[in-house]
Nanobody, 115 residues
Framework: QVQLVESGGGLVQPGGSLRLSCAASGIIFSSYVMRWYRQAPGKQRDLVASITSVGSSNYVDSVKGRFTISRDNAKNTVYLQMNSLKPEDTAVYYC?????????WGQGTQVTVSS
């Protein structure tokens, strides 16, 4: 059974930092492209960042220079380090694993940026 379990969300003030984690089980983690999506209330779910099996990363323009995606294949875990957070970063953040035709989602973790 495939499981993706996110953690690390919470309430943070503008300018603060959070580190999200996503622990995977039931998949050959090192083969998968790992992605972080986010969905704000009333909006569609959007891709934030992705990292390939060999560590090549990409980001949506709005988070470049502030967010860093990384992975530890030995721990079957992908991370999203989020710095200089803004209120518009408020959303539920979802972990996604993609390989070939297989795609899996986590349950999401809430990130709220507010003073």
């Amino acid at each position: 059974q495939v499981q993706l379990v996110e953690s690390g969300g919470g309430l943070v003030q503008p300018g603060g930092s959070l580190r999200l984690s996503c622990a995977a089980s039931g998949i050959i983690f090192s083969s998968y492209v790992m992605r972080w999506y986010r969905q704000a209330p009333g909006k569609q779910r959007d891709l934030v960042a992705s990292i390939t099996s060999v560590g090549s990363s990409n980001y949506v323009d709005s988070v470049k220079g502030r967010f860093t995606i990384s992975r530890d294949n030995a721990k079957n875990t992908v991370y999203l380090q989020m710095n200089s957070l803004k209120p518009e970063d408020t959303a539920v953040y979802y972990c996604n694993a993609y390989f070939d035709i297989r795609e899996h989602w986590g349950q999401g973790t809430q990130v709220t940026v507010s003073s």
